[in-house]
């Protein structure tokens, strides 16, 4: 997912006064603790299975390399980034621990750099499809479980649970398909580009880091792919519902 290759000294400090400055309204906040906690299953959810879908997806293309570095695995310790996963909790995004890949044991069926954006686009892919399975739980659970344990705090626990875990499925999965390095969506684009676009995107990618950066901090990011959040949200779960005849 994430892949730094500029000076990581400067994100670093700056993830820091962003986590800093959150936690102190967390602490101000009735309640957001609380909330905090609540999303923490989402989060390990969300950034595992994003993971292990760039992993299998490459495996698929015939590269052994995550694989061989255990990444093929549903366990959360394999994946998690400590940074980016406090990000993830404390700003609403974040990556997990890049999965290695070599493009040179892809299949020659396709190109390599097809075979990028394959993998590349796996990771959001999955979060939108879990995203979309929790739906379908939240909805069943709304439907059949009764109004007693709707009613109950454990009920009320468990499905604010599982919103969040949607919540952050799709903005982990949206935020990821900006076509910004060192997000996957600059590597999803590249087999639609010109070659000299290609040349220039490649000769120039500090500046987009630069610009990346630059949108993250402002909270242009978020302005951006909010809308996209949205629709998919919403699409999903008037999906669900009609499924379900709610």
């Given at each position: 997912?994430?892949?730094?290759?500029?000076?990581?000294?400067?994100?670093?400090?700056?993830?820091?006064?962003?986590?800093?400055?959150?936690?102190?309204?967390?602490?101000?906040?009735?309640?957001?603790?609380?909330?905090?906690?609540?999303?923490?299953?989402?989060?390990?959810?969300?950034?595992t299975f994003h993971e292990f879908a760039h992993g299998l997806a490459a495996y698929k293309l015939g590269d052994n390399t995550a694989k061989n570095e255990g990444r093929l695995s549903l366990n959360p310790l394999d994946h998690l980034d400590p940074i980016g996963t406090l990000m993830l909790l404390f700003a609403g995004f974040g990556w997990g621990k890049?999965?290695?890949?070599?493009?040179?044991?892809?299949?020659?069926?396709?190109?390599?750099?097809?075979?990028?954006?394959?993998?590349?686009?796996?990771?959001?892919?999955?979060?939108?499809?879990?995203?979309?399975?929790?739906?379908?739980?939240?909805?069943?659970?709304?439907?059949?479980?009764?109004?007693?344990f709707l009613d109950s705090t454990v009920g009320e626990i468990t499905m604010s649970i599982i919103i969040y875990a949607i919540a952050t499925n799709i903005g982990l999965g949206v935020f990821n398909l900006i076509p910004l390095p060192p997000l996957d969506g600059s590597k999803i684009i590249m087999p639609f580009l010109p070659y000299n676009a290609k040349q220039w995107f490649r000769n120039n990618e500090y500046i987009f880091y630069i610009i990346f950066v630059a949108i993250w901090i402002t909270g242009i990011a978020s302005m951006i792919i909010s809308p996209a959040i949205n629709g998919i949200t919403n699409g999903i779960m008037s999906l669900v519902r009609m499924i379900f005849g709610m």
């Open positions: 997912m994430f892949n730094f290759s500029f000076d990581k000294r400067i994100v670093y400090i700056i993830i820091v006064i962003m986590v800093l400055s959150t936690l102190v309204q967390y602490a101000t906040t009735p309640g957001a603790l609380f909330i905090l906690l609540l999303s923490i299953p989402g989060v390990l959810i969300a950034i890049p999965v290695h890949v070599n493009p040179m044991n892809y299949t020659r069926k396709i190109s390599m750099e097809k075979g990028e954006a394959i993998v590349s686009v796996a990771g959001p892919l999955m979060n939108i499809l879990l995203a979309f399975v929790l739906a379908i739980i939240y909805y069943a659970v709304n439907k059949f479980a009764g109004v007693a």
